[in-house]
């Protein structure tokens, strides 16, 4: 089966632009998640999605960070504006459903704020 | 709140020599325990995780961690080491019944011919 798509793979923005991240879940996953892992680093989960419901974005900068799930399968990132500290990797990940099921990871998009 | 320590940002090992990377958890009720491992430019992959039962667990590529309690550790180990095992390796907290994780900060695992 194909995996969790991300993409772009790799961007580079000035600080103040904005800037926007796709994922594609694995087919048939309900639960999608967005993490952000600045280099040394683990994962910080900044949203997670139930479908097209938001289930926790505690995390997440609501001053500038925005997600969505309209359809309930693929998934946008937005951040605007960004600032520096924004420099990172931003992973997707996506589970079959609620409870403890394996979270499978995208290859990430490399963020870097100049 | 849950939270996990990873002692040793980088590790050295050569070929052939046991792995060791160390993990420690904070965890108020009993937590299930995770272990992924993420190569350079890939996303994290699932070595091995514990949930309730046996305490030893084994993974993929020959890698197993031992549940104590008692320590409140989750360590993970491999007899022998390979080069392809040289990557980043996170161990991983979750809360009964939630599906949120609370990474590590990794180790970097090395290894030398």
């Known amino acids: 089966e194909a995996g969790v798509a991300q993409s772009p793979r790799y961007k580079i923005i000035e600080k103040r632009q904005s800037v926007a991240f796709w994922c594609n879940p694995i087919s048939g996953h309900a639960t999608l998640y967005w993490y952000q892992q600045i280099l040394g680093q683990g994962p910080k989960l900044l949203i997670q999605f139930q479908n097209n419901g938001v289930v926790d974005d505690s995390q997440l900068p609501k001053d500038r960070f925005s997600a969505e799930r309209l359809k309930g399968v693929d998934s946008t990132l937005k951040i605007q504006p960004a600032k520096l500290e924004d420099s990172a990797v931003y992973l997707c990940?996506?589970?079959?459903?609620?409870?403890?099921?394996?979270?499978?990871f995208g290859p990430g998009t490399r963020l870097t704020v100049t | 709140a849950q939270s996990v320590t990873q002692l040793g940002s980088h590790v050295s090992v050569s070929e052939g020599a046991l792995v060791l990377l160390r993990c420690n958890y904070s965890?108020?009720?009993?937590?299930?325990l995770f272990w992924y491992v993420q190569y350079p430019n890939q996303g994290l992959q699932l070595l091995l995780k514990y949930t309730t039962g046996a305490t030893l667990v084994k993974g993929i590529n020959g890698f197993e961690a031992e549940f104590k309690k008692s320590e409140t550790s989750f360590h993970l180990t491999k007899p022998s080491a390979h080069m392809s095992d040289a990557a980043e390796y996170f161990c991983a907290v979750a809360l009964l019944g939630f599906q949120k994780l609370v990474f590590g900060t990794g180790t970097r695992l090395l290894v030398s011919p």
């Open positions: 965890s108020s009720v009993p937590p299930y």
């Open positions: 990940a996506s589970s079959p459903g609620q409870g403890l099921h394996e979270q499978y």
